[in-house]
């Protein structure tokens, strides 16, 4: 059998290198794209460039998709170019077994002969790959497209310019680099240099601009450009494009054209941009452009030719921008022009770059509150942006921006102070209160989908008036669901003589609300002595609910009645507390005119059943840390803080009411970080995850492990492992029925308090593949081998097509049967069919991941028909 095996290799290996010769002098470029259609499934664009006068036309190329599978996928699309290149693409669809990276690879002998700076081109693979990252927390990812074709020709001792054009649709940053050109197996060519150069060649990485300064030799010469993909400073994919470069001997000198800038475009408006180019040598130009711009369906840009004469062109680029346009990063436009000359049509290259800028909020209000300014503007027209972000300045300023900045930035003078998805915002200063006296300056910006901001709206001021009167104290007193207490104290007015009309009597009327902000305020009582200042509120549900008070004087002369200046509004201090594991966090809400500058923090003594000061912050929250879960913590805050009657500061002290929690463990642990592989021989899918307690988690006990054999449904829960330390399972797949090994995967880890972790990342495996078919069989009815039998032990094929061809491409088998089950007979003359070699087509059908998917196989059989096991004979 071994012998067998060997002499049907050398055969084929024959095969192969008799399709070398007849295979060359085809490849001269290409390249490897994808869109993603869902979590795991991608559209791979396989675009090649070849050479139409070779006698090599690839109706069908084989991709390796980087997880152990491969397909044969037929060319959609056939474009002839100019200078006898034609332009091939080949799409299909893969799913793969889930996150990671995968190197996809597309092989073909052969590259094209005579290429200079590769050594024996002729039977040298010509190969591009792709490297794509398979990771949910990325987000949707499509690869850059190359919208400029590798075609361009060069001229001997005159600068070479080539860009290739990519555009990335979700406007990630692109990086590019010269690196090595692949042959067999996407392996780095044994002797490969760049093409040599008189002073340089190269390409930058942030425009992909190849200056290849200058040819030294005439020829042809290939080079690999790689374009990497970062997101927010992770890289998430890259795509390499191999392309040849002929170089030619001549006189005729490149066009130019004139020197293009950056357009800055604000959404509605039109971009026009007229782009001449010149030719010293008098030639005819043709200018063409390809980016970004011409691949909108709604409002695409044109560039159309506005006047041609030898030696000059004009051509003017037109977009007309709409909403969907808006993105942070400007878009690149290729301008090429290229002459027309009877030795070699040579071009010129030149970027311009368009950034088209969302519309800025309008209508910007403020109105002020006590310690508080809130914010009201409208939202753009058409344009819909993800959220608006706040500036905020002391006093005016007269900014102005340029044509191309967006946003507000650092040197502007303005603040960054929130953001809000909404067309309102209250500026409280982050809770701490706005300060009297000043002039509070806004402007608001737009973000978009990609992070683009619009430019800043227009400035809007308010200042907080000084109250009157001014309150000075909301403390309250006891703590109680039906008899809570709450001391509201004021300072006496002063200075009521210098209003003319106020001449008494005067009347302060309270008004309270059940919220930090008063939204609900109602009139509750009324004192009618100016030196009485302070307000006891009784029969409160001061444990659940937070109060604010306004005290408003009037004058209530009869037939004049008035109020006297703008009342002030102030809260009670609220305590906010949320539990977690071993631990209570404090938030302290509240509104008041004055600033607090300290929080003194206290806890009850159980064992003495008095408040004790455990802590004082600054801040409006603390975490108290260290405690028991399941044990009751009561807590109330002291806040010391300064008011201010002119220029002269005075200190309050108040009191929050008291509130209890209880810690638990409400927080979930860490997922593990799952590992799958698949034993083909056991039929078993091997599942390892780290144990979260040795890195960030104390109190996991169990796991729970998810699957689903089929990525369009949902996994669920198959098994729970009690123990932290026990991190790996076999997952039987002949004990359990399945029908395949294909699966995915995820594992959660339990604490102790039955929290349950995220899931770890989704794990997929699809690598086994058991149907296979026998390369030798001796159908000579000596009961060893008789019967050719497809390898299937668990009869996962569902469907099955199986053709059988002898040398001369007749048909001698055809089966629909998953084991095949061929006795060596044509199905024609229904007698054993001669000794040799056969060639067969096999399309099997097999459940994966995806569902059912179809695989095709291609392969030889040798037959023996011999009544011994001696060598074979190929007759």
């Given at each position: 059998m071994i012998f067998k095996r060997l002499y049907i290799s050398i055969f084929i290996l024959a095969l192969v290198v008799s399709s070398v010769n007849l295979f060359a002098t085809h490849n001269r470029?290409?390249?490897?794209?994808?869109?993603?259609?869902?979590?795991?499934?991608?559209?791979?664009?396989?675009?090649?460039?070849?050479?139409?006068?070779?006698?090599?036309?690839?109706?069908?190329?084989?991709?390796?998709?980087?997880?152990?599978?491969?397909?044969?996928?037929?060319?959609?699309?056939?474009?002839?170019?100019?200078?006898?290149?034609?332009?091939?693409?080949?799409?299909?669809?893969?799913?793969?077994?889930?996150?990671?990276?995968?190197?996809?690879?597309?092989?073909?002998?052969?590259?094209?002969?005579?290429?200079?700076?590769?050594?024996?081109?002729?039977?040298?693979?010509?190969?591009?790959?792709?490297?794509?990252?398979?990771?949910?927390?990325?987000?949707?990812?499509?690869?850059?497209?190359?919208?400029?074709?590798?075609?361009?020709?060069?001229?001997?001792?005159?600068?070479?310019?080539?860009?290739?054009?990519?555009?990335?649709?979700?406007?990630?940053?692109?990086?590019?680099?010269?690196?090595?050109?692949?042959?067999?197996?996407?392996?780095?060519?044994?002797?490969?240099?760049?093409?040599?150069?008189?002073?340089?060649?190269?390409?930058?990485?942030?425009?992909?601009?190849?200056?290849?300064?200058?040819?030294?030799?005439?020829?042809?010469?290939?080079?690999?450009?790689?374009?990497?993909?970062?997101?927010?400073?992770?890289?998430?994919?890259s795509i390499t494009r191999d392309m040849q470069i002929d170089v030619y001997e001549t006189e005729n000198i490149p066009p130019e054209i004139d020197s293009i800038g950056e357009i800055c475009v604000l959404v509605g408006d039109t971009a026009n941009v007229l782009i001449r180019a010149s030719d010293l040598d008098l030639n005819s130009i043709k200018l063409s452009a390809t980016g970004g711009p011409f691949l909108f369906e709604t409002s695409p840009a044109t560039f159309q030719e506005v006047s041609s004469i030898p030696g000059e062109t004009i051509s003017k680029f037109t977009w007309i921008t709409h909403c969907n346009h808006i993105r942070k990063e400007p878009y690149t436009v290729l301008i090429n022009a290229q002459d027309e000359h009877p030795d070699v049509n040579l071009v010129d290259v030149e970027r311009l770059l368009v950034k088209v800028i969302g519309p800025a909020p309008f209508g910007l209000v403020t109105d002020p509150g006590n310690a508080f300014i809130r914010l009201n503007w409208e939202a753009p027209n058409d344009c819909v942006p993800e959220k608006y972000l706040i500036y905020r300045k002391i006093g005016s300023l007269n900014y102005v921006h340029d044509s191309c900045t967006t946003g507000l930035p650092d040197d502007s003078g303005y603040e960054f102070v929130g953001e809000t998805v909404d067309t309102a915002y209250v500026d409280n200063n982050n809770g701490e209160g706005l300060v009297q006296g000043f002039s509070y300056c806004y402007r608001i910006v737009a973000e978009y989908s990609d992070g683009a901001q619009s430019f800043p709206s227009e400035e809007q001021c308010a200042s907080i008036a000084p109250g009157f009167p001014i309150i000075i104290n909301v403390s309250v007193e006891n703590t109680d669901l039906t008899n809570g207490e709450i001391m509201v104290r004021w300072l006496k007015p002063t200075r009521l003589d210098t209003i003319p009309e106020a001449v008494g009597p005067f009347k302060y009327i309270i008004y309270r609300s059940d919220d930090e902000y008063g939204m609900r305020l109602k009139r509750i009582d009324s004192l009618e002595t100016l030196d009485d200042t302070s307000y006891y509120d009784y029969g409160l549900n001061t444990t659940e609910t937070q109060y604010s008070y306004r005290i408003a004087l009037f004058n209530v002369t009869p037939g004049n009645r008035f109020r006297i200046g703008n009342p002030q509004l102030a809260s009670s201090i609220f305590l906010d507390l949320v539990p977690s594991d071993n631990q209570v966090e404090i938030n302290i809400l509240k509104n008041t005119p004055w600033l607090d500058n300290e929080y003194v923090i206290y806890r009850l003594n159980n064992s003495t059943s008095e408040y004790d000061s455990i802590a004082y912050t600054t801040n409006r929250n603390y975490t108290d840390t260290k405690l028991k879960n399941g044990n009751n913590y009561c807590y109330q805050i002291k806040s010391i803080g300064t008011y201010m009657v002119d220029t002269v500061e005075s200190p309050t002290i108040n009191w929050s009411h008291k509130n209890c929690q209880i810690p638990e463990d409400f927080q979930r642990p860490c997922p593990p970080t799952l590992n799958v592989v698949s034993d083909c021989d056991q039929q078993k899918n091997l599942l390892t995850w780290n144990n979260p307690n040795l890195t960030c988690a104390d109190d996991v006990v169990a796991y729970k492990v998810y699957f689903v054999q089929n990525t369009e449904f949902s996994l669920d829960s198959i098994l729970r492992i009690e123990g932290a330390e026990n991190t790996n399972f076999e997952h039987d797949i002949v004990a359990e029925g399945l029908e395949s090994m294909g699966g995915c995967y995820a594992v959660a880890a339990i604490d102790s308090f039955n929290n349950e972790s995220d899931a770890s990342y989704v794990q997929c495996v699809?690598?086994?593949?058991?149907?296979?078919?026998?390369?030798?069989?001796?159908?000579?009815?000596?009961?060893?081998?008789?019967?050719?039998?497809?390898?299937?032990?668990?009869?996962?094929?569902?469907?099955?097509?199986?053709?059988?061809?002898?040398?001369?491409?007749?048909?001698?088998?055809?089966?629909?049967?998953?084991?095949?089950?061929?006795?060596?007979?044509?199905?024609?003359?229904?007698?054993?069919?001669?000794?040799?070699?056969?060639?067969?087509?096999?399309?099997?059908?097999?459940?994966?991941?995806?569902?059912?998917?179809?695989?095709?196989?291609?392969?030889?059989?040798?037959?023996y028909t011999g009544t011994s096991s001696g060598e074979f004979n190929n007759e």
């Open positions: 470029a290409g390249e490897i794209t994808y869109v993603q259609i869902s979590d795991l499934t991608y559209e791979i664009t396989v675009t090649t460039y070849t050479y139409t006068l070779s006698n090599v036309d690839r109706t069908e190329l084989e991709i390796e998709w980087g997880d152990g599978t491969f397909t044969t996928v037929p060319r959609r699309e056939l474009l002839q170019l100019p200078d006898n290149y034609q332009r091939n693409r080949y799409v299909a669809r893969h799913t793969f077994p889930g996150s990671g990276i995968y190197v996809i690879l597309v092989q073909d002998p052969n590259r094209n002969y005579g290429v200079e700076n590769i050594p024996n081109s002729v039977n040298t693979v010509f190969s591009v790959k792709t490297t794509l990252f398979v990771n949910p927390d990325l987000g949707f990812n499509s690869a850059p497209v190359l919208l400029n074709p590798p075609i361009n020709q060069a001229a001997q001792y005159k600068t070479f310019l080539h860009n290739p054009g990519a555009f990335d649709y979700e406007g990630d940053s692109l990086v590019y680099s010269l690196t090595n050109c692949t042959g067999e197996d996407g392996e780095a060519i044994i002797g490969y240099s760049l093409p040599p150069a008189t002073t340089s060649i190269g390409i930058n990485a942030i425009t992909g601009d190849l200056v290849w300064e200058t040819p030294s030799d005439v020829g042809g010469f290939n080079l690999a450009i790689q374009i990497e993909e970062w997101r927010t400073g992770v890289k998430i994919g699809d690598d086994c593949s058991y149907f296979e078919l026998p390369n030798v069989f001796s159908p000579n009815d000596d009961g060893v081998n008789d019967m050719y039998l497809a390898i299937n032990p668990l009869n996962y094929v569902k469907r099955l097509e199986m053709n059988i061809y002898n040398r001369w491409g007749e048909l001698v088998f055809h089966t629909t049967k998953p084991l095949i089950e061929w006795d060596g007979r044509s199905q024609s003359t229904k007698n054993i069919v001669a000794p040799g070699v056969y060639y067969y087509i096999c399309d099997v059908w097999e459940p994966r991941i995806s569902g059912l998917e179809l695989r095709n196989i291609v392969g030889f059989i040798h037959v």
